[in-house]
């Protein structure tokens, strides 16, 4: 349903009609513009070099989805050593502080790992919408 260019008594009204116009035009920009956070959840320990190309991929994918992804496993690891169990702590913690600044936690690929099933516990207490996909990025659940 389109903005009438006459008001109320049938009389033509430019003025309210171009205003309403830009209004609808601006709403409809700002929702296109809109991408909201959310945290990449993979698996990384193991093949860390085929987990860290998985997550790219689902970064990729996040972002021809309209999201902006946050994957801390493909940052830490530049500067942290996950074989260290301090590093490692260091580095969830660091990952469980960004998690609470996104909006949606998406979770990926067929097996969970502890690291994963720590930052899905988290989301839940936050009350987050957590989306599951496969490796394929078909999704498969939504909560």
């Known amino acids: 349903m389109g ?6 008594e049938g009389y033509s009204d430019p003025t309210s009609h171009a205003a309403l116009s830009g209004i609808r035009k601006e709403e ?3 929702r296109r ?3 909201p956070l959310v945290y990449i959840c993979s698996p990384f320990a193991g093949d860390t070099e085929k987990n860290t190309e998985k997550a790219r991929r689902y970064s990729r994918f996040a972002v021809k989805n309209g999201a902006i992804p946050l994957a801390p496993h493909l940052l830490f690891p530049q500067f942290l050593d996950d074989t260290k169990p301090a590093e490692r702590a260091i580095g969830m913690f660091m990952g469980m502080v960004l998690l609470g600044k996104c909006e949606q936690l998406w979770v ?3 097996t969970i790992s502890t690291g994963m099933a720590a930052e899905i516990e988290k989301a839940e207490k936050r009350d987050m919408v957590i ?3 496969t490796e394929g990025c078909e999704e498969v659940c939504r909560v």
């Not at 903005?3 to 109320?8: C, D, L, R, V």
């Open 3 to 8: 903005i009438s260019k006459y008001n109320s």
């Open 131 to 133: 989306r599951y996909f």
């Open 108 to 110: 990926f690929g067929g």
């Open 28 to 30: 409809r920009a700002a």
């Open 33 to 35: 513009a809109y991408r």
